[in-house]
């Protein structure tokens, strides 16, 4: 079987790297701290661009700016001479949806009453605590490993 054309289309979104680093420390302060029946800070998104006011709606979107995987995208489908490869594809539209996915939870959470947040929180926090849960381990590693395979990086019988 062939190796995958060589491609340098797309990268890690910057945003989404931290939003998964935040998400996961915050995650584990949580889950400490349902534990142990203290008060739980809300999970917010490092602001980046954002007061942080969640009555300030127009603002709200800039945590979750997908701007540099939007141009990536772009760039994986511009040229028909010279395209992106699937790897590309499957990179820049995983990383839009989970930036989006966060977005519109991030906004769920604070149109939930407290006895629903907590119904649907407790064991989602716990999971996406942990350094080799499904959150930070399956989806980094996945948009890692996709990256290095597009790039030529990755032999197929290493993944």
């Known amino acids: ?35 142990t029946n203290k008060q739980v800070k809300w999970l917010m998104p490092p602001k980046g661009g954002w007061s942080g006011d969640i009555f300030k709606w127009n603002e709200m979107d800039k945590p979750f ?18 395209p992106g490869n699937v790897g590309d594809l499957i990179n820049t539209a995983t990383q839009l949806e989970y930036l989006a996915m966060a977005e519109r939870a991030f906004r769920a959470r604070h149109t939930m009453t407290f006895s629903r947040n907590i119904a649907h929180a407790t064991a989602r926090k716990y999971g996406q605590s942990r350094d080799t849960g499904p959150f930070k381990f399956t989806v980094e590693n996945y948009l890692k490993d996709l990256q290095k395979m597009s790039s030529g990086q990755l032999d197929q019988g290493q993944a």
């Open 1 to 35: 079987m062939a190796k995958p054309t060589s491609s340098k289309k797309s990268g890690m979104d910057p945003k989404l790297t931290t939003l998964i680093d935040e998400i996961v420390t915050q995650a584990k302060d949580e889950s400490k701290d349902r534990k």
């Open 65 to 82: 700016d997908s701007k540099k995987s939007n141009e990536d995208l772009k760039k994986t489908i511009k040229s028909a001479s010279s």
